[in-house]
């Protein structure tokens, strides 16, 4: 079983910056896809943005430009830099980790293609 662990949540306001970070203790997580996801009250949980283990990134369409998904093995943990935060950013986000091997953009945004989940950090944005 291989736990995730997010932090870096919190409250900012809008236009401000927030950076998340997934850890976990397992080296195998250098040869997969990690994602994050996010659920706002009364809404699915949704994807938010993936790095394959080439370090191909992919985005969802609300916040390309604004967040970078990004990785360092070394340490195994991922991590979410969001920037221009706005009202609607707001929700608990969760990483996972994802398939091994070349993974392209709609297998990566698909929940179901990923198997261990973190018990996710809040981030609240103030107008």
């Known amino acids: 079983q291989v736990q995730l662990v997010e932090s870096g949540g919190g409250l900012v306001q809008a236009g401000g910056s927030l950076s998340l970070s997934c850890a976990t203790s397992?080296?195998?997580?250098?040869?997969?896809?990690m994602g994050w996801f996010r659920q706002a009250p009364g809404r699915e949980r949704e994807f938010v943005a993936a790095i394959t283990r080439f370090f191909s990134t992919y985005y969802s369409d609300s916040v390309e430009g604004r967040f970078t998904v990004s990785r360092d093995n070394v340490k195994n943990t991922v991590y979410l830099q969001m920037n221009s935060l706005k009202p609607e950013d707001t929700a608990v986000y969760y990483c996972?980790?994802?398939?091994?091997?070349?993974?392209?953009?709609?297998?990566?945004?698909?929940?179901?293609?990923?198997?261990?989940w973190g018990q996710g950090t809040q981030v609240t944005v103030s107008s």
């Open positions: 397992e080296r195998t997580i250098s040869l997969n896809a």
């Open positions: 996972a980790v994802g398939p091994g091997g070349p993974v392209f953009a709609d297998e990566a945004m698909k929940q179901e293609n990923y198997d261990y």
